[in-house]
């Protein structure tokens, strides 16, 4: 599974370019963004092409981002971990389903700060069908997730003046299907946490000029990780030092 999360992760990055550029995610094949050097498949290896090649293209000698790698990497390894932590293989697709999609956006956000309607919507359907098939939540709780991580994050929209993206607000529609409603609010919690330390830390040390934007989604996807993964462990330890401090 790790293997096949490392493939699926490099047909991501795929999808990450050239969807928000409306460019075919089939053809032509994989070349230089720069020089149009098409890719040889010693060159497609994920992250070992990227390492042996030293980050730069072997043509033009164009620099090749390292979210490349990253979010191989990072998909392989998702992958790897729902296969040890979901037991039944129904909901185990189900999840690498929905990681394949939350990937997908989060590199299209990387390169151009777009969540496209190709992606969330069909993505939001295809993940409550297949949530709802393999029994991984009820219809009800499914649906009402959905709603409620939408209307969540349009209300945000509303009252940010537009700053919370569009985009995000239907990504929602994915998270609260497969979360159920508790979920998704805990999954924006762990984003908008992430996102503000990082984001602080950025604007601190100068990386970050003032009035400049950041991806959102790639701390969505840190809060879906934390919620699927530690949330229950996360919520416990947050109510303990709450309740300890009262």
Not at 79 to 91: G, I, K, R
Not at 175 to 201: D, K, M, R
Not at 210 to 218: D, G, M, N, Q, S
Request: proline share 5%; charged share 10%.
């Amino acid at each position: 599974m790790f293997l096949f999360g490392l493939v699926v992760g490099s047909f991501l990055n795929v999808v990450g370019y050239r969807v928000p550029r409306r460019e075919s995610i089939l053809s032509p094949r994989s070349h230089c963004t720069a020089c149009s050097h098409t890719l040889q498949w010693y060159e497609l290896i994920p992250i070992f092409s990227w390492l042996l090649l030293r980050g730069r293209c072997k043509s033009c000698h164009t620099s090749i981002s390292v979210r490349y790698p990253i979010l191989e990497l990072v998909t392989a390894s998702l992958f790897f971990a729902t296969t040890l932590y979901v037991q039944d293989f129904a909901h185990a697709v189900a999840w690498c389903v929905f990681w394949a999609l939350m990937i997908a956006v989060t590199a299209t956000d990387l390169t151009s700060m777009r969540v496209p309607n190709v992606l969330s919507l069909p993505g939001a359907l295809v993940t409550l069908g297949i949530v709802v098939l393999t029994g991984t939540q009820t219809w009800s709780a499914s649906l009402f997730g959905a709603g409620a991580g939408f209307f969540v994050m349009l209300f945000l929209n509303l009252i940010s003046r537009g700053k919370m993206g569009m985009g995000d607000v239907k990504l929602f529609l994915s998270i609260g299907a497969i979360f159920g409603p508790y979920g998704a609010l805990e999954t924006l919690v762990f984003a908008s946490a992430a996102g503000s330390l990082v984001g602080l830390a950025m604007r601190f040390t100068g990386l970050l000029p003032p009035r400049t934007y950041i991806p959102f989604v790639p701390y969505i996807l840190v809060g879906t990780i934390l919620t699927e993964f530690f949330g229950p462990r996360l919520a416990s330890w947050y109510i303990s030092a709450i309740l300890h401090l009262v």
